[in-house]
């Protein structure tokens, strides 16, 4: 069964500019997560989408933002990206099932670097 | 709110020596807990997990026990090696969202 698939794995942009991250989240998962880590500010929940609904949202700014298509697929975007947006940026996804403990999959992540 | 709370790092150890990393959480409720491990360059994986108080979580030679009194999940483990080198991060789960602590590196000397 193949994993959490993450790309790009590494990127580079400037300040102002955009940046989409996409997800393929493991073959029947419907629910997929997406996570910030930084040194400072570690792991942090961005948001969450199940069935292409936002079901949960962390505590950042508009300039975050995400979707999730039928497949279950999902995209983040970051506009007017600052400095503070360096990040490796962590997609999970998880089944949803009555009595399911909810474990979450990682993939390894798309490294941002903003100069 | 919830929160997580683990021992500063890095913690160094000679190999074959017993680990312990403590974690303990404050939440609402009764969450779920997990301990998660990343490698370098890596993601994150799922290392062990419990569901309910007394729970133990076990997996790879590293065990866990779900502590409600003390609201503490500490991982340990018995010897470790120096492919066990790496970041460990204790976890709660609320519905879909994890609440990570900051992380504890574990380096292990040959």
């Known amino acids: 069964k193949a994993g959490v698939t993450q790309t790009p794995r590494y990127l580079i942009k400037t300040r102002g500019q955009q940046v989409t991250l996409s997800c393929s989240p493991i073959s029947g998962h419907r629910s997929v997560s997406w996570y910030q880590q930084t040194p400072g500010q570690g792991l942090q929940f961005l948001f969450e989408y199940f069935s292409e609904t936002q079901r949960n949202k962390g505590n950042f700014p508009g300039r975050f933002s995400g979707r999730q298509f039928s497949n279950s697929r999902s995209e983040m975007n970051v506009s007017t990206l600052e400095l503070g947006d360096s990040a490796l940026y962590l997609c999970?996804?998880?089944?949803?099932?009555?009595?399911?403990?909810?474990?979450?999959?990682f993939g390894e992540g798309s490294r941002l670097t903003v100069l | 709110g919830d929160s997580v709370t683990q021992m500063e790092g890095p913690v160094t150890l000679s190999e074959e020596a017993f680990l312990t990393i403590n974690c303990t959480y404050t939440?609402?409720?009764?969450?779920?807990l997990f301990w998660y491990v990343q490698y370098p360059g890596e993601g994150l994986q799922l290392l062990l997990k419990a569901t309910k108080a007394d729970d133990k979580g076990s997996n790879k030679g590293f065990e866990a026990t779900y502590r409600k009194e003390t609201t503490s999940f500490h991982l340990e483990k018995g010897s470790v090696q120096v492919s066990d080198s790496a970041v460990y991060f204790c976890?709660?789960?609320?519905?879909?969202?994890?609440?990570f602590g900051a992380g504890t590196i574990l380096r292990v000397k040959s």
């Open positions: 939440a609402t409720g009764y969450p779920s």
């Open positions: 976890a709660l789960k609320y519905g879909n969202k994890l609440v």
């Open positions: 999970a996804s998880s089944q949803i099932t009555p009595g399911n403990t909810g474990e979450l999959f």
